[in-house]
């Protein structure tokens, strides 16, 4: 990479510092020579004056990811590395992560000062996600420093589709690595990165999951959007008097049967929408006095927030008519462009509705792996919320 002194600069619109690592392309004068995507660039702001240093595309939304405001630092593979190792550091010294689990976040992109770049661990597995040009330029420092840190390790590294395309870059994936086990609070689950959502295991819940199996004990519990069902063996690993888990997806149904079977639990599974099955369940009279609610993502849309909002709001809903005064509600969203505070509106609103109490006992979101900016609310993308409903 280039020397700082010999970098292309690129000119802010306005001579206020961003405040942010993403630049957006209409808040940039583009150059007058053409820049490839992904090169190190300096900024500078309308003055003139140095702002950072990081990675510039001008074919995508985010023109600009600010790595650095420090004009001393130089952006090369030594700099890519010591992120690295400072990342991993955290999780192992400071976090002591192993002691608990062999799946974890190795790099959260800004949560790490590496903008566009996502790395997760699955025991011998690491999965390396490019989301910049610029990060992908740099592969062969990242993954030389992964394996500094794991050697022997199967890596596998891809971008979405969607992806490459706006930034401009060709990642070919290797052949997905063989499945693998993973293990998280002594108990065992399958995981099988680069096969798409079936990868069978989301290492972000990891304290979530324990949490509520700690209250779930003596209780009946309902997993919806159970995914592979690792609430559900949680709890009854815990002492659940049951677990019975719904989700759409037959195939990683069978994955959460096989989980159950590994942790030598009796947790059932069935396949079904939750809007049917719990209009199902509701008719039936059942109720279940510890809920978990954990719908995919479902949106990346700014414009269709408003239409999440509503299909969370109409969940939860029809989630309170199977638990019974003074059950347990955990409510989740992973939809990142849903904040908090609009989370927690949509619950009140949930309790108004229904005419029932909801106490919020503890909020929580990620697990520490996946740190975030204070400069990148962005970064805390999952919420989940711990209820009592009377």
């Known amino acids: 990479m280039n020397s700082p002194d010999s970098l292309p600069v690129i000119r802010l619109k306005t001579d206020r510092a961003p405040g942010h690592p993403w630049v957006w392309s209409a808040q940039v004068h583009k150059p007058e020579t053409r820049v490839p995507p992904g090169s190190v660039v300096d900024v500078e702001d309308a003055k003139g004056r140095f702002v950072g240093r990081g990675f ?27 992120r690295i190792d ?40 690491i999965v390396i996600e490019y989301f910049a040009a610029g990060m992908w330029r740099f592969r062969e420092a990242i993954h030389a420093a992964l394996l500094r840190h794991f050697p022997g390790a199967r890596l596998y590294w891809f971008a979405e589709t969607h992806v490459q395309k706006q930034e401009s ?10 499945p693998v086990e993973v293990h998280e609070h002594g108990l065992r689950f399958h995981a099988a990165p680069g096969y798409g959502h079936k990868t069978g295991f989301f290492a972000d819940q990891r304290e979530n999951r324990h949490h509520f199996a700690r209250l779930a004990k003596g209780r009946k519990v309902l997993d ?18 049951s677990a019975t888990g719904v989700d759409m997806d037959a195939g990683i149904l069978e994955i959460a049967r096989a989980n159950a079977a590994a942790n030598d639990v009796p947790a059932v599974f069935e396949q079904a929408d939750i809007f049917d099955w719990l209009r199902g369940a509701v008719a039936r009279g059942e109720q279940y006095d510890a809920v978990i609610l954990d719908p995919a993502k479902l949106t990346r849309d700014r414009n269709k927030v408003m239409d999440a909002l509503k299909k969370y709001f109409a969940m939860n809903r029809l989630a309170l008519d199977v638990i ?25 609103r949930v309790a108004l509705n229904a005419g029932r109490e909801i106490q919020v006992l503890h909020t929580a979101g990620a697990g520490a792996d996946h740190p ?19």
């Not at 959260?108 to 011998?124: F, K, M, P, Q, T």
């Not at 690792?230 to 002492?239: D, K, Q, S």
């Open 56 to 82: 510039w595309n001008g074919h995508a939304r985010i023109a600009l990811r600010l790595l650095t405001t420090d004009p001393g630092e130089t952006i090369d593979a030594e700099w890519i590395a010591t």
């Open 86 to 125: 400072r990342a991993i550091t955290l999780r192992q010294e400071l976090l002591q992560l192993d002691r608990v689990s062999d799946a974890w976040r190795v790099v959260h992109s800004e949560g790490d000062g590496l903008s566009g770049l996502v790395v997760d661990r699955y025991a011998d597995i």
């Open 169 to 178: 870059f060709d990642c070919r994936s290797p052949e997905a690595p063989s």
């Open 224 to 241: 919806l959007c159970c995914n592979a069902g690792g609430f559900a063996v949680h709890a009854l690993a815990a002492g659940a008097q």
């Open 324 to 348: 019974p005064p003074g059950g347990l509600l955990l409510t989740c969203s992973c939809t990142g462009l849903v904040s908090e505070a609009d989370f927690l509106e949509m619950l009140r």
């Open 372 to 390: 975030f900016s204070s400069s990148v609310p962005e970064g805390r993308y999952l919420k989940a919320v711990f209820c009592r409903v009377m």
